[in-house]
């Protein structure tokens, strides 16, 4: 028998990578002999459950990431383990969105229907089981090494990416303005180090987010910036994907080619939406603008 990824304990939760296809999840093994009205109604349930649970598995891709099994346990809890309720995990559904902050969180953090502010969320692992490529199943998405290029142009043969956090933006009242999947550079050679993304990362929680425009290199962009206290140490800001020396990139499928002259003006549309929530556009983007708080959600 093969070996298994290390996942939850026994449940209607665990998926295929933790456990062999067709196993029940019982205390004890019953004696040898017939099957009884027990058993084959037990049967008869898992006939019933296998049409949705496919889609389920087709539609919700979860990485080899060690928190995958975590995130897709806290999915099929939100969903009341009803498998036909798969839609509902979606990018795009404030209610799931909120139930993943305050259910991975284990209930400290809440989206507030009364803040001050816009209402940064940065969940870390929440990008599983929202992966749409299959073969985001045999990675993982946590440390994924890419080709790449930094914003002087040296490519970058080992380019390490955590691929599976998510950033969710609500407005003052609670009203979810957009949320996107996040690509964080974790190493860069001879450019960025693991120790130093990760210390930048984890100063983030409770920490003010602003808007400004940054000209400084060859593709001009709109990009957050949290007040870490930690630009001595490295300036990161989260933005469109281009090149990279460090900072985040929101991920946009509509994003142009890097390269190419229409990059210099495509803005993601998380931004663009976030912007419009206070009545600007990019253009209007002139100094730092103050939006909001950011928490982060750890549910590894």
């Not at 019982?26 to 084959?40: M, Q, Y």
């Amino acid at each position: 028998m093969g070996a298994r990824v290390a996942g939850p304990i026994c449940s209607a939760r665990v998926g295929d990578n933790w456990i062999d296809g067709g196993t029940v999840c019982r205390s004890r093994t019953d004696k040898p002999g017939p099957l009884d009205v027990a058993d084959w109604g037990l049967l008869a349930w898992n006939n019933l459950l296998a049409g949705p649970k496919a889609k389920f598995d087709k539609d919700h891709v979860y990485s080899r990431a060690k928190e995958a099994a975590v995130k897709r346990d806290i999915d099929l809890r939100i969903i009341g383990d009803d498998y036909a309720r798969s839609a509902e995990i979606s990018l795009t559904n404030e209610n799931y969105l909120k139930e993943l902050i305050r259910v991975g969180s284990g209930g400290a953090e809440t989206v507030s229907g009364s803040a001050k502010k816009i209402q940064f969320f940065i969940v870390r692992g929440g990008a599983e089981g929202l992966f749409t490529d299959p073969a985001m199943a045999n990675v993982d998405a946590s440390d994924v090494v890419f080709p790449g290029s930094t914003t002087g142009g040296e490519t970058a043969p080992t380019f390490h990416f955590d691929n599976n956090d998510l950033l969710a933006v609500f407005d003052p009242k609670g009203k979810l303005i957009r949320a996107a999947l996040l690509q964080r550079p974790l190493s860069i050679t001879g450019a960025w180090t693991r120790k130093t993304a990760n210390a930048i990362y984890d100063a983030w929680h409770g920490k003010e987010v602003s808007v400004y425009r940054n000209t400084n290199f060859d593709v001009p962009y709109v990009g957050f910036v949290v007040d870490d206290g930690m630009k001595k140490r490295g300036w990161v800001d989260m933005h469109k994907q281009e090149a990279t020396n460090g900072c985040i990139f929101i991920v946009d499928d509509d994003t142009p080619a890097l390269g190419t002259p229409e990059l210099n003006t495509f803005e993601p549309k998380l931004i663009n939406e976030v912007l419009a929530s206070i009545g600007k556009k990019p253009q209007d983007v002139k100094g730092a603008i103050r939006l909001g708080v950011l928490r982060v959600v750890d549910i590894r």
